[in-house]
């Protein structure tokens, strides 16, 4: 049985009991249109005693199930069996504990780390979910996958497609919204892409039909396969906590596909008895693409035991449709204002006791260019989760002695454009590029030296400046 008969897929909707096994392609529940979970009978599953378990694995590290840094915990996403995974050394991220970030944050010496997800193979976290999602769809057999992305989503699949060879990617952007970096991975691995005249909210809406219609593997993440995976990056922040429960969990929120998988992560986790309490979480969204703080911190949508009134959610997207509100952020990572996953989000901000904040993209560019001079380099969205907690800390939600893990998402690389606007001494590139988002200074710019072609002024400039 290549998938496991205890895993099945059912509706998150409380008031529906529409159930169905992994082999079936779905991103929607066909008796109520809400999101799909995939469950599991655990009892006729594997689950170890402890999570100390998992440290047996390391000595494993030449199987390429137990490399990866998903499937070494394959106990804990046990929906396929081990011969059908797909990975490519996926997950082999670092947790680490930053002093010098820290004290931006405001906090004591020590409390502050950085999940550092810009170190998989396609340089974001999204390689965990879309290495759960190939393997389901490898395992019913797809031919084709598609996605609609900001970037990296199409990255990390057209990456898996050129790598594996077992299906071809069909990748949907929004035009002029993508950065260079991720972009240019994705026609380098060789995906059929497909720009659209339209944003991230229209190319997500175009993927869905023209998926369903053409019977194409969709692996967005709404594909819950891909939360899955992603479930891995808190496995890996426990791991190195060495299976302590940190305070709070800040990632940045965009589709809210991460925000989601951590709260179902730790739900599971809670219930198996292999953690005694789950740690807070707090989803940052940008200024420019705010909905989920809006909905959730102005408007008070909760996921009330799963009869969340969506009523004020529809009533939120007409008014954006009204006035024509597009979302708008230098954070194109997290550029989206229909974020798909939004009741999982919910409910996971129901189960970890959560907060939603929104930071400028001011605070995200400065934030990224202290996360950089401590030596870890991300791009614009993944700085949301610094500014975010560090705006947590001001209002004392969070307190300097908590112990804080922040999800940097994507790799430094992505967005060079940003970087260098942002450390630029041109003005014009500046106003260009950050000055049109409201972006006033680069607080933290690190400008480089402009030296006649002359030994002894190049030397004197080294001696003035070093
Ligand atoms: C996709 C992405 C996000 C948003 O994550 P969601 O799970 O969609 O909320 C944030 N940062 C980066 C770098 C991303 O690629
Ligand atoms: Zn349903």
Known sequence: MPLADFAFQKCISPTCDFVCGCEEVRVSCPTCGDLLDIGYDWSRSQVPKSLKYFEEMWSRRYEPLRFSGIWRFHELIPFASPDLVVTVGEGQTLLQQTDSVGSY??????????????MNPSGSFKDNGMSAAFTHARAIGARRAACASTGNTSASLAMYCAATKLMKAIIFIGSGKISYGKLSQALDYGALTVQIAGDFDDAMARVQEVSRDLGICLVNSVNPFRLEGQKSVMFRVLEALRWEVPDWIVVPGGNLGNSSA?????????????????????????????????????????WNGGHANMEIAHHYYNELDQLGRKANTIASAIEINRPVNLRKCLRALE???????????????DAKAKIAAGGFGCEPASAASVAGARLLRDQGVIS??????????????KDPTATVAYHTTDQDKFNEVLGSRGVKRASFANRAVAVPNDLGEIVKAIQLYS
Not at 265 to 292: C, H, M, Q, W, Y
Not at 400 to 413: A, K, M, S
């Open 105 to 118: 944050v405001g906090m004591k010496p020590g409390r502050l780390h950085l999940q550092y997800e810009g």
């Open 262 to 302: 951590f709260g179902k992560a730790f739900a599971e986790l809670k219930s198996l008895g292999l953690v005694d309490r789950v740690p807070r979480l707090a989803v940052i969204n940008a200024a420019g693409a705010d909905t989920l703080y809006e909905l959730f911190e102005r408007r008070g949508l909760r």
């Open 351 to 365: 189960f970890m006791d959560g907060v939603v904040r929104q930071v400028s993209d001011q605070e995200m560019l």
């Open 400 to 413: 300097p002695d908590d112990r804080v893990v922040c999800i940097l998402t994507g790799h430094q690389l």
